[in-house]
């Protein structure tokens, strides 16, 4: 037989007992078959070729191909791939001299594995990655295309709240960024007056600001906001941002505008023709309109219904309200809107009752 050959050449060489017939077997032990014996010696004195045995492939093989035209970033350094399958792990350093970064990985064993690629830039950090999943099958090579991306950055805030005009009602900080992501910073140990913190983000453009709170982060609590500011991050990189709270000191000029004095004196006139609101002119010389409010029931309000120059001292008052009645003010307003309190309020009864 195959196994028998193979064996043979292997023979352990036993050593003859003394008078030259073999050792019996040990006292309640079972004599096994000479080819177990034989395999057995074989392997324990290192000259056994198991590898030799006709044993089905049970391995396969990988090639990732990943394409570096697409990204627009610094040239890169080197590439590490990386397999993992339970607790088995393979690496790989791969080239990046071309458009392309490519390896194969033989000898794997089949079902399912992870890939990781991650770029390294000049400096060693890993700036860019890709993550995918292959089946390697025996006996076959399996092709990955994976998709490399940026990976994000980290931006480390320090804000120093010494300058604040009132630090000690300062209890909690966070820092908040254009697209709304936040985070809330911690105190710094033995540094009352920082607090810190670590956001991750994808590359890009950012603006942030700084906010101060008291007891808790409720906009009712909320002490101050900061100026937006801008920050810029790389993939895979750290950015620190380091914030000072800084006082000014601000001039206020203040111009006192009084409202304009109301009309006087309105009362209700009428001739053989009409009948009409008259009143006495404010005594602002900058009014520049007089307006007419009328309420046409006891339970309504004032509502605005006619404006006159300030050159006009009287109003024609409509057949509507001399038919149903209506109370009737009059306010004066200047050119940029301040206006008047309303003079006394005239009643105008309806023309039932006038006749009465």
Known sequence: MRWAKSFARCRPHLAPHSSGAALPPAPGTRSLPLVILLALAAVLSGCGDVSRLALPAETGALHVVTPLSALQAEGFTGAKMRLTQGNLVRELLLDVSGSVVAGTVDNLPVGEWKVTLDLYDPAGDITHSATGTVRVRPGETTALTLEVKPKEGVVEIVADISGFSEPAAVERVRIVFHNNQSSTLERASGHPMLFQGVKSL???????????????????????QSPWESVRVHPGKTVRVTWQAASGAAYIETVISRMPDPPGQLRLERDDSRAYLAWSASADPEVASYRIYVKDDEFSSFSLREETPASELVWSVPASILTNGAWVAVTAARADKRESFRSNVVYIPPESQADI
Not at 204 to 223: K, W
Request: charged share 25%.
């Open 202 to 224: 994808n590359p890009g453009d950012y603006d942030y600001r700084i906010e101060l709170y008291g007891a808790t982060l409720y906009a009712a609590d909320r002490l101050y």
